[in-house]
């Protein structure tokens, strides 16, 4: 047992390691590591169970820090707990380029760090995602293996963002007991106190949608620690409301947004190392209480050796699917499955909507693939996301493959990478392409963190039809290719489909969307090729009859289009070449020789897409001519909206004679 003065000395540790790292980095936010010093004290000490030597042992409770800005709490505890990545040094070099401790917590810069948090209401989410992830495989593994507990520590912001409703009425719903959520309910934010622009009872919401809630004095050590207990032993997700002062210790300015986010000034920190008796110089932890930490480190080294007895002892498939998934290695014989299957398409060539193809392709993936966790935002007939053998989990049997996760796509989202980042499993999440927005900010933050999300998008232009230009994407394509890291592909038949889809999952560090249409194509790769073309982000789909006169670029829906007008412009004596480019973000990771021969040389260079310009230009140049739209869509049938729209093989050929006559 850690005495109170013992406790009080270990928190005031956290205390004064990040109100010295923000003044030293003259920026950060000191308020919220010392108001939760001590609750990360009695979470840390008395219950986490994970071991700072193997901080990659895949049956460790997760910690997330949903409040990012607080990071120095996190790196405070990383470094004392004996976490290698974190030396003093680096909490000394807090903010500066290139360290380790960036301003919010960078998941890949340090171990310990679970995810990325800054953007308020994601990490809590990224938790719900830990949750289920760990419930299911628990299902699949059993207790030997997986058994462990998500803890989240959120403040005010957290939970005033739209997304925390997302995510604590799917993790209600799931009844997701080993979630614990730590509120940090200091009523204060940047603007001053919370009840300037909030008063919902927090408590109140959470139980409403099915959570066991508690509150605690979030400066009593025993107290914190029977909330903590108690929540452990509950049937449903717990949120424990811990009434704490934001800056604590501060003389004059905890209690105030003054300590929220600026450093506490010389004068300030001295009276605070008086109020709490602390003297030691800044970055300087007594030995004593150094090593109690480095103790609390330990506590679960015992636990993780028989954790790896009981691995070892596992059946050797057991062991061996276990170890492979948590590396995230796809299954061996998975490339031969896609080239077999793709040898079938070409056999059958069907015409199919690119959402259809993706289905059939996940059929067959789903099947070599155990890891896969498929889901919707409640279009799951209209995504095509479910097969054969993804039962749908329920809240109480973890055992399926399938989330339905509701009209919630940030949180889907966010709880997709939330399941990545717990390792052991794939997820793929669905909705139409235009509500890509309800989840872009997770889907940023997937290409920040370099993780495997594939995020399935249908309905991926006017090609949707009737539904009209609110249902109607046509900035999107754009606009999810402006995020960095993130390959967006736009498979134009079964077969760039299945490319596409094998492609992603084998993109271990780089999230996916793939668009995928609603109206059937007809196939544009009638011949097998063993080799993923797709892989080149741009392809030469159909050479030209001779030296070519004109270049035709298309994606998707619009390949098949570009496949008419070259026929048309070939007719009549234009040798026209159609390049297919499923992915720009590939196809810009090529040789430069390759990227020329594909651009090449022809004199009329015309790009058809069913969305707006940017972007292209990359391909055609500035005086390239683009076929696609230039404002919102309409409502009607598909066809209709094609030609009014002038997205046509017609229009293709019409302005390239134009050009070429001159
Ligand atoms: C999505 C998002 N919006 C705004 C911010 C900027 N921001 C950072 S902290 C904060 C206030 C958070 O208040 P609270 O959670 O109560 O934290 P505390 O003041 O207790 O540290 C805001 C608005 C952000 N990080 N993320």
Redesign the pocket.
């Known amino acids: 047992m850690i005495s109170r003065e013992k406790h009080d000395r270990m928190a005031n540790a956290i205390r004064f390691l990040s109100m010295d790292a923000v003044e030293k980095a003259k920026s950060g ?1 000191p ?2 590591p010392m ?1 939760t010093a001590d609750i990360a004290t009695v979470l840390f000490t008395r219950f986490m169970k994970h071991d700072p030597k193997t901080p990659h042992w895949p049956d460790r409770d997760r910690f997330v820090l949903s ?1 990012g ?2 990071s120095m709490l996190l790196y405070s505890l990383l470094y004392l707990l004996g976490y290698e990545d974190i030396t003093i040094d680096e909490i000394k070099n807090f903010r500066q380029l290139g360290s380790r401790t960036a301003g919010h917590p960078e998941y890949g810069f340090a171990a310990g760090i679970e995810t990325t948090t ?4 994601q990490g809590f989410a990224n938790a719900v995602g830990m949750a289920i992830a760990e419930r299911m495989l628990n299902a699949q593994f059993g207790n030997d293996l997986v058994n462990h507990y998500t803890y989240a520590l959120v ?4 939970l005033m ?1 739209g997304i925390s409703q997302e995510a604590l009425t799917l993790a209600g719903h799931l009844r997701l007991n080993k979630l614990i959520v730590l509120f ?1 309910d ?1 009523h ?3 603007d001053g106190p ?1 009840s300037l622009a909030d008063s919902t009872d927090q408590r109140a919401r959470f139980a409403a949608s099915g959570w066991n809630t508690l509150r605690a004095d979030g400066h009593d050590p025993d107290a914190i620690a029977a909330a903590i207990e108690s929540a452990r032993q509950s049937d449903r997700p717990t949120l424990i409301a811990f009434r704490t002062t ?1 800056g604590y210790g501060a003389p004059t300015k905890a209690g105030t ?1 003054k300590v ?2 600026s450093p506490l000034g010389a004068d300030e920190i001295a009276k605070t190392r008086a109020a709490l008796g602390w003297d030691s110089p800044p970055f300087v932890v007594p030995s004593d209480i150094l090593d109690d930490w480095r103790l609390a480190g330990l506590r679960s080294a015992k636990e993780r050796g028989a954790w790896e007895k009981r691995l070892a002892a596992a059946d050797t498939e057991t062991r061996v699917q276990f170890d492979r998934r948590m590396r995230g290695d796809l299954p061996e014989a998975f490339p031969s499955v896609i080239v077999d299957y793709k040898k079938k398409l070409t056999q059958d060539n069907p015409a199919v909507a690119t959402r259809n193809a993706s289905e059939m392709a996940l059929e067959v993936i789903n099947e070599c693939v155990p890891e896969t966790v498929g889901g919707s935002a409640d279009l799951t007939g209209s995504n095509n996301t479910k097969t054969t053998q993804t039962k749908p989990i329920t809240p109480t049997d973890f055992s399926g493959r399938y989330i339905h996760y509701g009209i919630r796509e940030h949180a889907m989202a966010a709880a997709m990478n939330g399941i990545a980042l717990h390792g052991g499993l794939i997820p793929y999440g669905g909705t139409f392409l235009t509500f890509s927005d309800y989840a872009r900010p997770a889907m940023r933050l997937a290409s920040l963190m370099h993780i495997r999300s594939i995020f399935v998008m249908t309905h991926d232009s006017i090609g949707l039809g009737e539904d009209g230009p609110t249902h109607q994407p046509v900035e999107h394509l754009a606009a999810l290719r402006a995020i960095p890291n993130h390959n967006v592909f736009r498979p134009a038949d079964a077969t760039e489909t299945a490319e596409c889809w094998q492609l992603a999952l084998e993109s271990k560090k780089t999230p996916s969307t793939l668009a995928l249409t609603r109206q059937k194509l007809q196939p544009v790769r009638l011949d097998f090729e063993e080799e993923n073309l797709c892989a080149r982000g741009a392809y030469e789909l159909s050479p030209a009859s001779d030296d070519a006169k004109v270049t035709i670029f298309a994606s998707g829906s619009e390949v098949e289009i570009a496949m008419e007008a070259r026929a048309m412009l070939e007719e009549r004596g234009y040798p026209t070449r159609v390049v297919s480019v499923p992915c720009f973000e590939l196809f810009e990771l090529q040789p430069n020789d390759y990227q020329q021969a594909i651009l090449g040389n022809a004199p009329v260079r015309i790009a058809i897409e069913a969305g707006v310009r940017q972007g292209w230009d990359r391909f055609i140049g500035v005086d390239g001519i683009f076929i696609g739209m230039h404002g919102f869509g309409a409502s009607g049938p598909a066809p209709e909206l094609y030609k009014h729209f002038g997205i046509t093989a017609e229009a293709a050929v019409e302005a390239a004679e134009a050009r070429l006559r001159g």
């Open positions: 936010h308020g919220l108001g409040a800005h607080g800054g953007p308020l209401g403040g005010d912001g957290c963002e940090d200091n204060i934010s940047i919370v934001i947004n929220h986010g």
